[in-house]
């Protein structure tokens, strides 16, 4: 079991169990762990993610955007994670998130509404203001297509998943980086 699954088990996310997500992540970012500066986790939960990834990257600030205000509280005073109270479906949220972030976001993670419309919407609304190296992923995605040819601008990839003993046909990532991008 890789380091990430661990941390995602010890911190009981839905990103391993639920879904399994964090084998494709670790294969990722494992050589990237120790450069990556920021983090943007668009639906933070109950902040389960976000001290994932805080162990994960050891040299990176975590942001969250989170819809619920009492969501956004209970991240309060935990080291090197900041939550911001955001809508997703709302351009000047998105804004006055990126403007407290910072547009020198390496990796940006939807794990916001998992409505499609929302999912293009905040990712069309982000990325032409992100710099060039970053990593878009929409996770939980069930139209994985549809969103890629909304997208054209970008180039997508459905993230091949490890299937678990569950079939969920939202247990998809979307990665999404500029033109251009190396994969």
């Known amino acids: 079991m890789d380091e990430l699954t661990e941390l995602a088990i010890k911190y009981n996310t839905d990103k391993w169990g639920k879904h399994t997500y964090t ?8 050589d990237r762990k120790h450069i990556i500066k920021k983090v943007l986790e668009i639906g933070t939960a109950e902040g389960a993610s976000l001290l994932m ?3 994960f990257f050891p040299n990176a600030t975590i942001y969250g955007a989170e819809i619920d205000p009492e969501r956004v509280k209970l991240m309060d005073g935990q ?7 955001c809508d997703q479906t709302k351009e000047q949220d998105l ?6 972030v910072g547009e020198d976001v390496d990796i940006v993670i939807d794990d916001g509404s998992h409505v499609l419309e929302d999912q293009v919407f905040s990712c069309k609304t ?3 203001h992100l710099q060039k190296h970053v990593i ?3 996770e939980d995605i069930q139209y994985w297509y549809t969103a890629s040819k909304r997208l054209a601008e970008y180039q997508t990839e459905c993230a091949p ?3 678990s003993h569950r079939i969920r046909k ?3 990532l979307l990665i999404v980086r500029h033109q251009g991008w190396p994969k």
């Open 53 to 55: 990834w805080r162990d």
């Open 126 to 128: 982000l990325m032409p």
């Open 79 to 85: 080291e090197r994670i900041k939550v911001f109270q």
């Open 136 to 138: 878009y992923i929409i």
């Open 170 to 172: 939202d247990n998809r």
């Open 95 to 100: 804004m006055n998130v990126l403007a407290k």
């Open 23 to 30: 084998p494709y992540y670790y294969d990722v970012f494992k």
């Open 161 to 163: 998943i490890i299937q």
